[in-house]
């Protein structure tokens, strides 16, 4: 719960920055292990947002990997 100016500056640094990470996730020219560093830089600022109840970070681009993901793992009878 943000109830101080200090708690709203800090929400609002992690959404901007994790907003930032998920930016740079979309970018088409990056290696496994870039793409695997902001994945889990990504996951590191999601924590902390969901621990100190400031709601949530939602990357479309992670969602729209998961969907693919789980596309190439259903096995259709």
Same mark, same amino acid.
């Given at each position: 719960?943000?109830?101080?100016?200090?708690?709203?500056?800090?929400?609002?640094?992690?959404?901007?920055?994790?907003?930032?990470?998920?930016? +740079?996730?979309?970018?088409?020219?990056?290696?496994?292990?870039?793409?695997?560093?902001?994945?889990? =830089?990504?996951?590191?600022? =999601? +924590?902390?947002?969901?621990?100190?109840?400031?709601?949530?970070?939602?990357?479309?681009?992670?969602?729209?990997?998961?969907? =693919? +993901?789980?596309d190439?793992? +259903?096995?259709?009878?």
């Amino acid at each position: 719960m943000v109830n101080t100016f200090n708690e709203s500056a800090i929400a609002t640094y992690l959404k901007t920055t994790g907003e930032e990470l998920c930016g +740079q996730l979309g970018a088409q020219d990056l290696s496994e292990n870039e793409r695997a560093r902001l994945e889990g =830089k990504i996951e590191a600022y =999601k +924590q902390m947002m969901e621990r100190f109840e400031l709601g949530d970070l939602e990357c479309e681009h992670i969602k729209k990997s998961l969907r =693919k +993901q789980e596309d190439s793992h +259903q096995v259709t009878p």
